[in-house]
């Protein structure tokens, strides 16, 4: 029987938890939203860095006219990058390289690197997602990684979690065993599973991007499985890119 695991924070993934095992990473608020919401919108591929110092320095070694520069960093938009919310960016990402920059999601994928698979989900693609782990990886460890917040628990992540394990578990011949964690996750998102408006704008981070004049953006990456997109991380070529 194969095992689902959360981790709570990106803080602590290491690669002993992510070696020989697949990865899903979560920051519904909004890294993970934007990406799958950039590449349904046309984006060639995100290459997801772990600053706003590596993002210039790719983008000057890249030199390339289709590469846009996206990040935030503690909430609030870098100079000279467009902000990485997926409602604005709508009409700026299609036919572009998207260097995304941001203070969680971003580098929750690059700790989650070393994992066999690495996938991007959000709220947006979780059925997406949840159908093609069950298809391709039924004898494997996944591991469901919350980016967090600077080294704090998010609701949001962890009710992301839950919603993708229910999906998991959906499939008739499915045989997760989920651990704690994953217990908990799908407990929480079972509970409140028709409330998730409610729940990312309860959150500390939702307050935040709320306070930010961002409620449309949080409705936005509230609804379930509307994306058909299952984002994977490349890790030769360090970009995320649509699996066909």
Same mark, same amino acid.
């Given at each position: ?40 919108? %046309? ?23 289709? &590469? ?6 503690? %909430? ?39 994992? &066999? ?42 009710? %992301? ?40 704008? &309860? ?42």
């Amino acid at each position: 029987m194969s095992k689902i695991h959360v981790v709570l924070k990106k803080e602590e993934v290491s690669k002993e938890k992510v070696e020989g095992k697949i990865a899903i990473v979560f920051d519904v608020l909004l890294a993970t939203s934007t990406i799958t919401a950039s590449i349904h919108y %046309g984006a060639n591929c995100v290459i997801p860095v772990i600053d706003q110092e590596e993002a210039k320095k790719v983008a000057k070694e890249r030199g390339n006219d289709d &590469d846009v520069l996206v990040g935030e960093y503690e %909430g609030r938009a870098i100079d000279g990058f467009l902000v990485p919310n997926p409602v604005m960016i709508r009409d700026q990402v299609k036919g572009k390289n998207v260097i995304l920059s941001t203070t969680n999601g971003t580098v929750a994928i690059h700790k989650a690197s070393g994992a &066999d698979h690495v996938y991007i989900s959000s709220l947006l693609n979780c059925k997406s997602i949840a159908e093609v782990v069950n298809e391709r990886h039924q004898d494997e460890t996944i591991v469901i990684i919350c980016s967090g917040s600077s080294n704090e628990f998010c609701l949001e992540d962890f009710y %992301g979690a839950g919603c993708i394990i229910e999906h998991l578990l959906a499939e008739e011949e499915s045989n997760w065993e989920l651990t704690d964690s994953a217990k908990a996750a799908k407990l929480f998102f079972s509970a409140y599973k028709e409330q998730g408006k409610n729940v990312l704008k &309860d959150s500390y981070v939702g307050q935040m991007l709320i306070h930010f004049d961002c409620e449309e953006e949080i409705d936005f990456v509230a609804s379930q499985d509307i994306l058909p997109i299952v984002a994977v991380y490349d890790q030769k070529n360090k970009r995320v890119v649509k699996e066909e």
